[in-house]
């Protein structure tokens, strides 16, 4: 299945549970073997795999590390390369801030204003 942003939350946990769980079986791990080595209780792998709602962002990082698919994290969130132009103008000190686009003040024009 290819993921995508219209995909219901449902569908992409259940998706990456199986992903996961094809990770562990590839490295020929059971539940509770990959538990034991992230830290975790069995049930949480067993919930993972299944696709159930709730489960924290660090033991997903927990497992992800007992599985060693973190650097495949390199993937989904590449380093930001700045901008020649961004390089030149923060002398190459790294940004702090978004910049507020301010919007110009809009005036409604109608037929016969020109005058």
């Known amino acids: 299945m290819i993921l995508t942003s219209d995909l219901p939350d449902e569908v992409l946990l259940r998706e ?6 094809a990770q562990r ?3 020929n791990l059971t539940q509770a073997q990959l538990a ?3 830290g975790v ?3 949480t792998i067993e919930r993972m795999e ?3 709602v709730g489960t924290q962002l660090s033991v997903f990082l927990r497992v992800c590390r007992a599985l060693d698919i973190i650097p495949r994290f390199e993937l989904l969130l590449p380093a930001p390369e700045p901008s020649p132009i961004d390089m030149l103008r923060y002398k ?3 940004r702090r801030r978004a910049r507020v686009v301010k919007e110009k003040a809009r005036t409604e024009w109608t037929w016969g204003d020109e005058a």
């Open 16 to 21: 990456l549970g199986e992903r996961m769980e």
């Open 25 to 27: 079986l590839s490295r």
């Open 36 to 38: 034991k080595e992230a």
């Open 41 to 43: 209780s069995r049930r």
């Open 50 to 52: 299944a696709g159930a």
């Open 92 to 94: 190459q000190t790294r």
